[in-house]
């Protein structure tokens, strides 16, 4: 069993930062990737940044220059740091997971930007 533990979500004020994190735990291999979606009402899943192994990240450009993704191999988490927060980054956060013959997701943590 495979499990995602996110965390960070809440309420954040306009122009704030704040930071979700995601731990990966149970049987598994060797992971190939580690990232962040988020969906927000009347909108599909879109993907915010994810870390490819290596050092090679892939970031939105609706959050370039305000996010930045790491990952911690060891530990098998990822940290998504977002910064300068505006009402548009409003939505559903889910941590991904990809492995080589799997794909697992988060149930989701709710962010929300007031201004």
């Known amino acids: 069993q495979v499990h995602l533990v996110e965390s960070g979500g809440g309420l954040v004020q306009a122009g704030g930062s704040l930071s979700l994190s995601c731990a990966a735990s149970g049987s598994i291999g060797s992971i190939n990737t580690m990232g962040w979606y988020r969906q927000s009402p009347g909108k599909q899943r879109e993907l915010v940044a994810v870390?490819?192994?290596?050092?090679?990240?892939d970031i939105a450009d609706s959050v370039k220059g305000r996010a930045t993704i790491s990952r911690d191999n060891a530990k098998k988490t990822v940290r998504l740091q977002m910064n300068s927060l505006i009402p548009e980054d409003t939505a559903v956060y889910y941590c991904?997971?990809?492995?080589?013959?799997?794909?697992?997701w988060g149930q989701g943590t709710q962010v929300t930007v007031a201004s």
């Open positions: 870390s490819i192994s290596g050092g090679i990240t």
């Open positions: 991904n997971v990809r492995v080589f013959r799997n794909e697992y």
